[in-house]
């Protein structure tokens, strides 16, 4: 056991054991340094994984609030709409039957017209044929004659 190579062999092994207690403690505290990194950003994407979901479900949310007020505004609109057309038919209607009530009125009085202006010729007429008669002392046939012939004429004087 003087052997020299013995003595290196058992040096060796002495060192290879403290360098690899020592070495194996600080690759050791290494690599629980990375898991614990590791772990820590793990965390770290779950928890902003869990926000990016809650962002969706809100947006998600509020997407569904928007199209149910879309079509709230869509069916307030086309029941304005549809009021709107009743409303302007009843309209329309109330004035064609004042337009109408109007023009029977303008009928009415120019047929009033026409009767007044009928009735005021054959005045006219009439105190024409009077005159006629007295001033020309005409016998009874003459004047019958005369307002036959008068009352002929007057078709000439309504036009």
Do not use: C
Not at 5 to 29: H, P, Q
Not at 116 to 125: K, M, P, Q, S, Y
Not at 127 to 154: C, M, Y
């Amino acid at each position: 056991m003087n052997a020299p190579e013995f003595w290196v062999l058992v040096a060796f092994v002495i060192f290879v054991a403290l360098v690899w207690k020592k070495a194996s403690a600080a690759i050791g505290s290494l690599l629980d340094g990375r898991a614990e990194k590791i772990r820590a950003e793990l965390d770290e994407a779950e928890r902003l994984h869990k926000d990016a979901q809650a962002l969706l479900n809100g947006y998600q949310r509020r997407l569904a609030d928007a199209q149910k007020e879309a079509e709230a505004v869509l069916d307030h609109a086309r029941e304005e709409a549809a009021r709107l057309r009743a409303q302007a038919g009843t309209d329309l209607e109330a004035s064609l039957k004042r337009r109408e009530a109007q023009a029977v009125d303008r009928i009415a009085q120019a047929e009033a017209a026409a009767l007044a202006e009928v009735r005021n010729l054959t005045v006219d007429v009439a105190i024409g044929a009077s005159k006629r008669v007295l001033a020309g002392g005409l016998s009874p046939a003459q004047a019958d004659t005369l307002i036959d012939q008068s009352i002929g004429e007057l078709p000439k004087h309504l036009h």
